[in-house]
């Protein structure tokens, strides 16, 4: 019903910063909770952020606390992440997803294709 398209990755140094960005197109996200994971290789896929459908909450993983931001813009319906201080733990694939009661229940029905995100020391 919602498809996402994530961009924005690349490749960066430690402590430098990058913006991700996830276009939803077929229908608002004004109702979806959105957040990001990540997955490096060889690990599980891990939470990273997300946000209410308003923007109102948003909930962090903790060793992203304070470097990271999730942001949105119903208008133009897409959601994003900053990432400053880049650490190389930070390299992975980053997905954004949606659902309707994901901030809540942690079910998320939508998710992207991916962007990457490399971080060298």
């Known amino acids: 019903q919602v498809q996402l398209v994530e961009s924005g990755g690349g490749l960066v140094q430690a402590g430098d910063s990058l913006r991700l960005s996830c276009y939803a197109s077929?229908?608002?996200?004004?109702?979806?909770?959105m957040g990001w994971f990540r997955q490096a290789p060889g690990k599980e896929r891990e939470f990273v952020a997300a946000i209410t459908g308003s923007g109102s909450s948003t909930n962090y993983l903790d060793s992203v606390k304070g470097r990271f931001t999730i942001s949105r813009d119903n208008a133009k319906n897409t959601v994003y992440l900053q990432m400053n201080s880049l650490k190389p733990e930070g390299t992975a694939v980053y997905y954004c997803?949606?659902?309707?009661?994901?901030?809540?229940?942690?079910?998320?029905?939508?998710w992207g294709q991916g962007t990457q995100v490399t971080v060298s020391s």
């Open positions: 077929g229908r608002s996200i004004r109702s979806y909770a």
């Open positions: 997803a949606g659902g309707r009661w994901a901030f809540i229940s942690d079910k998320y029905d939508n």
